[in-house]
């Protein structure tokens, strides 16, 4: 194989020097967008030399209105498939000729904006509703925003930025309820392991480490991805350097009573995260032992606090009735997460419980 480069830089190469001429050669006068999005590491740009053993190389992602792509959309596929050359820089390039029923990875395609949306199983003529927001897969939503645009007459960006985060009362519905998993588990930990039972314990302390960085993703307003990359884009927040040793500590501990001893570090932190967030009154974490037994937990009046700073009524009798957090806490399950044609079932949940 050639020397490993990022497959974005090679995407964007790849564009400018390959498909963009036979656009303007071809296709001078019709408007469309170019980009390299989807799923996979590349597209985050945490690819590496192992990613290139399947589904990677140079491609780009063509949109056109769906009015050209029913007219042009076949002759820009024959003609990529004719002028571009079989490799690009040592990769092998792919031209995606059977159907545009969806848009492609990693396979240079012609699609279109309504097309995209189909990614989430989402009309794009609708307003994006609180419950669409909870019942989109966050990987899903990465998959969106994620990777780079090159070229734009129709309005892509505009599509992209539609879901560049989640509104403000929908990031609140989620750290509350995020917050609320970490109170239900946390006095767990310690109840297994004075039980004797330290690999329960020891799976309760992942558990809640997980819910740690899904609230640190949050409080940064960032998507999390999906499980194996999930370690390494924690590795990129702005907390990391502080609190992924923090973390690690809990993990690697031996008994239940080690890692309590590190947990106060690690609320000590994102309480300030919190804090500095501005959405409620400063808190003050506390510790004290749940309900006179010999392990700490942490209080205060957090939960609550950001609860009484959610204004949508939907969203305010579920933050009461339904606190589950969004698809993503509701299930961990890949053939839900990864398939959205189970979004309108969900969705129904989310209704039952704001109702």
């Known amino acids: 194989m050639s020397k490993f480069v990022h497959c974005l830089d090679l995407c964007k190469l790849f564009y400018h020097k390959a498909v963009m001429p036979i656009m303007e050669c071809s296709f001078a006068q019709l408007p469309y967008a170019a980009a390299a999005l989807g799923g996979g590491s590349e597209i985050k740009r945490l690819d590496d030399e192992i990613s290139r053993d399947h589904d990677w190389g140079p491609f780009v992602n063509i949109f056109l209105h769906e009015e050209d792509l029913a007219k042009n959309g076949?002759?820009?596929?024959?003609?990529?498939?004719?002028?571009?050359?079989?490799?690009?820089?040592?990769?092998?390039?792919?031209?995606?000729?059977?159907?545009?029923?969806?848009?492609?990875?990693?396979?240079?395609?012609?699609?279109?904006?309504?097309?995209?949306?189909?990614?989430?199983?989402?009309?794009?003529?609708?307003?994006?509703?609180?419950?669409?927001?909870?019942?989109?897969?966050?990987?899903?939503?990465?998959?969106?925003?994620?990777?780079?645009?090159?070229?734009?007459?129709?309005g892509l960006?505009?599509?992209?930025?539609?879901?560049?985060?989640?509104?403000?009362?929908?990031?609140?519905?989620?750290?509350?309820?995020?917050?609320?998993r970490i109170g239900q588990e946390e006095h767990l930990m310690g109840?297994?392991?004075?039980?004797?039972?330290?690999?329960?314990?020891?799976?309760?302390?992942?558990?809640?480490?997980?819910?740690?960085?899904?609230?640190?993703f949050l409080m940064e307003k960032q998507y999390v991805c999906y499980p194996k990359l999930f370690g390494k884009a924690f590795g990129r927040l702005k907390c990391a350097e502080v609190l992924a040793p923090v973390l690690r500590e809990i993990q690697l501990a031996q008994t239940w009573e080690d890692r309590e001893r590190h947990f106060p570090f690690a609320w000590e932190l994102v309480s300030a995260m919190h804090n500095a967030l501005g959405i409620t009154e400063p808190v003050q974490m506390t510790y004290a032992s749940f309900k006179g037994r010999p392990y700490k937990v942490c209080g205060g009046p957090l939960f609550e606090a950001i609860r009484a700073r959610i204004n949508d009524p939907e969203l305010a009798q579920l933050a009461i009735h339904g606190c589950f957090g969004g698809i993503d806490q509701v299930s961990d399950n890949t053939n839900i997460l990864d398939n959205t044609r189970w979004r309108p079932i969900f969705r129904r949940l989310y209704e039952m419980g704001s109702s």
């Open 74 to 154: 076949d002759a820009i596929l024959e003609t990529l498939d004719q002028a571009l050359a079989p490799t690009f820089h040592g990769y092998q390039v792919g031209v995606k000729l059977n159907g545009r029923e969806s848009w492609s990875f990693r396979r240079t395609c012609v699609t279109s904006l309504r097309e995209l949306s189909t990614h989430l199983n989402f009309n794009i003529d609708d307003e994006i509703e609180p419950l669409d927001w909870l019942t989109f897969p966050q990987h899903r939503l990465l998959d969106l925003v994620s990777g780079e645009v090159y070229h734009d007459d129709i």
């Open 157 to 180: 960006q505009a599509f992209r930025d539609r879901f560049a985060y989640y509104p403000k009362d929908v990031w609140l519905y989620l750290l509350l309820a995020t917050w609320g």
């Open 191 to 216: 109840r297994a392991g004075s039980s004797g039972d330290e690999i329960g314990a020891a799976i309760i302390a992942s558990r809640l480490v997980r819910d740690i960085m899904m609230l640190c």
